[in-house]
């Protein structure tokens, strides 16, 4: 599994199970999960790849990074 | 120093709270009704002689040594069965008693052997005190008659006389100098509970029988020492005390290998071990052991264990063996070098689970500090971090909530994915013995595990399809809520009512029926319904899970839905019950408490958290990074990917234990700098640069926290082999790239530590001297520590339900790989084998075998011990097959202790959904006949040994 593929499924996975708590409590859900687990070089390659278009990722996770990454600062 | 003599009671402690007062002796006693008369004279400190009486089995009155009088009733009764009663006046010693004594010493005395010098056991028998207690000045009988003790008897051979039994590796059976007193039966029965041994034969024909007379190697015997233990002679004799002799003193210590964490005596003569006794005041083992705490410590000065640094440019150099300095500056270099060149988050390091708190808060000291990043992990991620996610999530704290003594308490007990008689096999028989007082067992596992039958134990077993947990638990919670079995009052009270209703409404929807799900599962919904009434309804119920709940893709929702059943039955919270995740390592718990993971500090603290960094700052006097680091599978990831060059790994052999080794090859490979510190070159080390020599458990100070959160002191006995306690290769190591860190003694960072962490703040070396252990959390609110935890409330405050859907992994059988390979453990090896494999344990397990049910391998042209090929996804290997019904038609096992077998060639890059956990236990397989060893496992064979080669030391000018 290349590094963007891998970081697509693994946020994905993290979206499967939250998504059974509904929409509006999975969004923030993912978001804190991957605000607080992942290390900064794979929050900018998911990231870069959300900008690119975010192939392959669930609608809860791309609306989850969206708003992680606008919350974020632009450093990290 | 001194040998530590433990008293011996004779017969076990009472529970009882209603207490008795009766005259020993003209002493008044008071004891717990129930306690024997020869337990209430010894606690007036009056030995009664015994032979046949030791206080970790019931009474058995045989030996008739204990015999006392007492006034108004007639006869000598034996004090080991006489119960202790208001009132009583007993004498201890007496005329007509002296004389029935002696008779009874004249008579065992005429049939034993007379060679107390040269006996293993001279110093420490039983009979040998029982004969000068007794004041035995001569055998009126002889020697000559019918007797045990010679081969040959008035020139003719004599039948009752039998050899030396040697088979087993660590003790001898020597029949002739048994006086079948049936402490050792008893032990197997009562304290192992294996029933390997009985009484074979009546009266004269008596014999101690392994088994149906077989030798104890051949018989079920599981080497656990408690019959060599309770032996009062030399007839069951540890084969290092015959070899060295007696010990003369002895220090307690916590052994090294599983999370039961039992507590030892070491017995020393000099530096040199001369054998590991389990200490009866061990909270955790309370006097028991197994074959791997209890024998195999040989390992620590195996042959092949790394004494000097070495180093080398590439890694298809030879390793040089040079000085600690020019070990030190040369990884410093390498490494500080990388993060000139690639950046400072480049590099990082892996803290070990065998190690030490003191030396695993020093490791992540040193990344967090030193390296300025947050790369640092432990094997705790392939194995145990979706519970610390999973119950910190749900009820506030990333543990389990009991003591081991709880089980004493337990009506019901669910084991959930893991084998404790193989893998925690002195927890298992404190459960057993708990069994077979009538406490109902219900194990879920794909595997019909050790733990579903033995002798007097039968356990509801639910055989799921592997990688159905989720939907197993939730249907249980299903049968509960929906039958109306939820404790509602506790719920109310302890959790947040509207999370419960949501996540009652969840499972209550008939997709989640043991009905529905069967067809996932393959679980009889009878059974399922029947084991959800019993948990619910049965008393105190407790759950147990191992690996074969967290090594999942829904590892983390497993132990979440696990918290669930425990808070809708209100079973948390007082002793008996609770969740208890039992620990793989020595100090996989400790490793976590002590800020092992990238994104929290010691004592389970996000490292975003301002107020907690400004604390470590202050100390370390650093300036810390906010931002989580990688996991050791994220590691891998941007190894290969080329941001993440250099890596101290203590105590770990990634590449054995890791998932899809050609994927670790592939990492550890791309790495400039790997620094291995470890006792022997593993096989991480193949792809090393430098390697550190480590110290075993034996030669340093430190603790260990066992699964039930108990912090145990670790006592150095010896010196370091190597010359440095693993805690002193750290800071060298730190000092060398530039970050000083000062103490002089472990205590010192355990000092810190507690500064540092709200649930250890009164735990200090001097606590730890004087309670033995304590179980954290260890405060101003709990001073002598916490047994049970969420007494009065969660610690989060209130319990969190939360959904749990079931999510099949997306490792699928199909056509090309139609079964499921699942993995575990056995009793007499231990994780990848480094230590067992390098002791006497082989004589049980010399190779993984695979399991396979006898229909798949009919279906495959497989016969027992056949070389099958094993295909995965990820990779191949082979092994040898072994056909059994213990597992399911289209799944197949194997253990995972043998680096030729490389059972991880096969597991797959799928893990936890939440922790990145690797989901070892669900792999989809082909299996084929095969001719041997796969052209992966020849040629990964050859690279280790090329590896391997050390260079012969230059001459010195």
């Known amino acids: ?76 | 120093m001194s040998l530590i003599e433990e008293i011996d009671y004779g017969t076990p402690r009472s529970k009882s709270e209603t207490m008795v007062t009766l005259t020993i002796d003209g002493n008044q006693v008071t004891v717990p009704e129930g306690t024997s008369i020869m337990r209430a004279a010894m606690d007036a400190g009056h030995q009664i002689p015994k032979l046949c009486a030791t206080d970790m089995v019931d009474a058995f009155g045989s030996c008739r040594l204990c015999v006392v009088e007492i006034e108004g009733r007639a006869g000598t009764p034996a004090s080991c069965t006489t119960p202790a009663m208001n009132g009583l006046v007993v004498h201890t010693q007496s005329e007509r008693l002296k004389k029935l004594r002696k008779g009874v010493m004249e008579l065992y005395i005429s049939d034993h052997p007379l060679d107390c010098l040269t006996c293993g056991a001279n110093g420490d028998c039983e009979l040998q005190d029982m004969a000068g207690a007794v004041g035995l000045r001569d055998v009126r009988y002889g020697y000559e008659g019918e007797n045990h003790v010679f081969a040959k008897s008035n020139g003719k051979i004599n039948a009752a006389w039998m050899p030396k039994d040697e088979s087993n590796p660590y003790f001898t059976y020597d029949p002739s100098k048994c006086i079948v007193c049936s402490r050792c039966v008893r032990a197997c029965e009562e304290v192992q509970g294996t029933f390997a041994l009985t009484i074979s034969g009546r009266g004269f024909d008596s014999r101690v029988s392994p088994g149906m007379s077989e030798s104890f190697l051949g018989s079920e015997c599981v080497s656990c020492g408690a019959c060599v233990q309770a032996c009062p002679t030399a007839t069951l004799t540890e084969k290092s005390v015959i070899e060295i002799g007696q010990p003369e003193h002895s220090v307690v210590t916590t052994c090294a290998y599983c999370g039961v964490g039992c507590a030892f005596k070491a017995e020393m003569r000099g530096e040199e071990v001369v054998r590991m006794v389990p200490y009866k005041d061990g909270k955790a083992n309370r006097g028991h052991s197994c074959v791997k705490g209890r024998f195999a410590w040989g390992y620590t000065n195996h042959k092949e264990r790394i004494l000097n640094p070495m180093i080398r440019e590439r890694i298809e150099d030879p390793w040089r063996e040079v000085s600690w300095d020019e070990a030190f500056s040369f990884a410093a270099e390498k490494m500080r070098g990388i993060q000139k060149k690639y950046g400072r988050d480049a590099i990082g390091g892996i803290t070990s689970s065998r190690c030490t708190n003191e030396e695993t808060y020093l490791v992540q000291k040193l990344i967090r500090a030193g390296f300025g990043n947050n790369n640092v992990d432990t094997c705790a991620r392939v194995c145990h971090s979706p519970t610390g996610y999973g119950l910190s999530q749900t009820f506030g704290t990333s543990a389990g909530t009991q003591d081991f003594d709880s089980v004493e308490d337990t009506d019901v007990a669910v084991i959930i994915g893991a084998n404790p008689a193989s893998a925690h096999p002195v927890f298992a028989s404190r459960l057993k013995k708990r069994l077979r007082q009538g406490a109902k067992l219900i194990v879920i596992d794909p595997r019909r595990t050790e733990m579903v039958e033995s002798p007097h134990v039968k356990a509801l077993h639910l055989p799921l399809m592997p990688g159905t947990n989720v939907a197993v638990v939730t249907a249980l919670a299903h049968v509960i809520v929906t039958e109306g079995l939820a404790n509602e009052a506790f719920i109310r009270e302890r959790c947040d009512w509207s999370e419960f209703e949501e996540w009652a409404a969840f499972v209550a929807q008939p997709k989640h029926s043991p009905e529905a799900t069967a067809i996932l599962t393959g679980i009889d919904p009878k059974d399922l319904r029947e084991a959800a009434r019993i948990y619910a309804t049965g008393g105190n119920g407790a759950i147990y899970y191992g690996l074969g709940v967290t090594e999942h893709s829904q590892g983390s929702t497993t132990v979440i839905a696990i918290a669930n059943l425990a808070m809708v039955t209100g079973n948390i919270g007082r002793p008996g019950v609770g969740v208890n995740p039992l620990r793989g390592q020595n100090n996989v718990q400790g490793s976590c408490d002590m800020g092992s993971f990238p994104h929290e500090l010691p004592g389970y603290r996000h490292i975003s958290g301002e107020a907690v960094r400004d604390q470590f700052e202050a100390l370390w006097n650093v300036k810390l990074n906010p931002e989580p680091g990688l996991r050791i599978p994220n590691m891998f990831d941007a190894a290969i990917e080329g941001t993440f060059m250099g890596i101290y790994v203590q105590g770990e052999d990634i590449l054995q234990s890791d998932p899809n080794t050609k994927h670790v090859v592939a990492a550890l490979s791309a790495m400039e700098c790997v620094i291995v510190h470890d006792l022997f070159l593993n096989e991480t080390a193949n792809y090393a640069h430098v390697f550190l020599p480590g110290s075993s458990f034996l030669e340093k100070d430190g603790t260990f926290t066992n699964a039930e959160r108990r912090i145990q002191r670790v006592r150095k006995v010896m010196t370091p082999k190597n010359g440095m306690a693993d805690w002193e290769v750290t800071i060298a190591l730190a000092k060398a790239m530039g970050f000083e860190m000062n103490y002089n003694h472990p205590s010192e960072i355990m000092d810190e530590i507690a500064a540092l962490t709200p649930t250890f703040t009164g735990v200090s070396y001097a606590k730890l001297d004087e309670l033995g252990s304590v179980q954290w959390p260890c405060n101003e609110k709990a001073p002598e520590g916490t047994p049970v935890m969420h007494m009065d409330g969660f610690v989060r405050g209130k319990g969190k339900f939360i959904v749990t859907e079931y999510v099949a992994t997306d490792e699928r059988t199909g056509p090309r790989f139609p079964l499921l390979l699942t993995t575990g453990r056995i009793l007499s090896q231990y994780n990848v084998g480094a230590q067992t494999r390098r002791t006497e344990n082989v004589v049980w397990h010399a190779e993984d075998r695979l399991e396979i049910h006898p229909h798949d391998a009919e279906q495959r042209g497989v016969r027992e011990g056949d070389w099958v090929r094993l295909t995965s996804r990820a990779g191949e290997t082979t092994l040898r097959a072994e056909i059994t019904d213990r597992v399911s038609p289209g799944v197949v096992y194997t253990t995972f202790h043998h680096p030729d077998t490389q059972a991880n060639v096969i597991t797959t890059d799928y893990s936890d959904w939440a922790t990145n956990c690797p989901e070892y236990k669900v792999t989809a397989v082909q299996i084929s006949p095969s001719n041997g060893p796969s052209d992966w496992q020849k040629s990964y064979d050859e690279q280790a040994r090329h590896s391997r080669r050390i260079a012969p030391a230059e001459a010195a000018e």
Not at chain 1, 6 to 31: C, E, W
């Open chain 1, 1 to 76: 599994m290349s590094s963007p593929d891998r970081l697509v499924y693994m946020a994905n996975q993290i979206g499967t199970f939250f998504r059974s708590q509904g929409h509006d409590k999975a969004v923030p859900g993912i978001a804190d999960h991957i605000k607080k687990f992942w290390d900064p070089r794979m929050k900018r390659a998911i990231f870069a790849h959300l900008d690119a278009g975010g192939a392959g990722l669930e609608p809860n996770v791309r609306e989850a990074l969206t708003s992680l990454k606008q919350s974020l600062p632009a450093a990290s």
